[in-house]
């Protein structure tokens, strides 16, 4: 999907207030979290390389929040590609 702000998904089929924005740079997947509910969210954190959530995804190891579901590498990949063709 997309709109003003770019090319998203939601990380929470069942959360439609959360929208997770990708985009491409220098052959870099980069994604940057809004919420409806709070928007200085999306000001106040800006893009996050998917290499930087690799290295901050060992925090998580056996907790409920598995951030490489959220950032979905796969997911951001094939919205770049769709919008690229």
Do not use: C
């Not at 220098?26 to 690799?54: C, M, T």
């Not at 590498?73 to 919008?83: C, P, S």
């Amino acid at each position: 999907m997309k709109d003003d702000k770019g090319l998203y998904y939601y990380p929470n089929a069942g959360n439609k207030k959360i929208r997770m924005y990708v985009e491409s740079k220098n052959q870099q997947v980069f994604f940057r979290l809004w919420s409806q509910d709070d928007p200085k969210l999306y000001e106040e954190h800006g893009w996050v390389p998917y290499e930087a959530i690799l290295a901050a995804a060992g925090i998580y190891e056996g907790k409920a929040f598995d951030p490489k579901f959220t950032y979905d590498i796969n997911l951001a990949q094939a919205l770049l590609k769709e919008e690229n063709k």
